[in-house]
């Protein structure tokens, strides 16, 4: 029983923690947040906050994490036949999700760090699509594959980043029907023996 509210009390912490990481975000840049900046706000005290993180940058990886863990979990929800060929659904669910973390994200942008989330956004979906078992099974050359994957995913990522920024005047939605509508390169035909 004693080591369920042990649990429960860690998760609290860690909760807090990030939650005031965030809200500082919008206040200062993350250069300027320091542990105590994040321990003052969450209320806690400092072996508390190094019981979990080993310092800012390692709080906002987790947060990263865990919203890469959902988008990656989006993908392999995703019940289109052929992603492939047709990676609307895949995108819409990447949106779903942008949309459900629109504030982290802003500020992620704002913090100037955002290539490096983007980099691992874009990785976890090469690899997610890499071992697709419905990938596997079409597409022998590997290395062709994720070259295409690579070039899908980093324009992706870079479209993502100039919505962001402002540079497209655009819903999520319609710049996924857009790429979807207009990219010959997505029509990867299946190799047969």
Known sequence: ??????YKNSLKSQSLIKKSLLELMAEKELDKISISDIVKRAGINRGTFYAHYRDVQNVLAEIENELIDELSDRIDECNEKDLINNPLPIL??????IEKHIDFLRLLMKSGISSRFLEKLKNQFIERMMNDPRTKSRYSNRAKFRTTMSFFAGGMAALYQDWFDGKIDMTLDEIAETVCANNPCLAIPA???
């Open 1 to 6: 029983m004693a080591g369920k509210a042990v």
């Open 191 to 193: 190799e047969t023996s």
């Open 92 to 97: 819409r669910e990447i949106d779903r999700e």
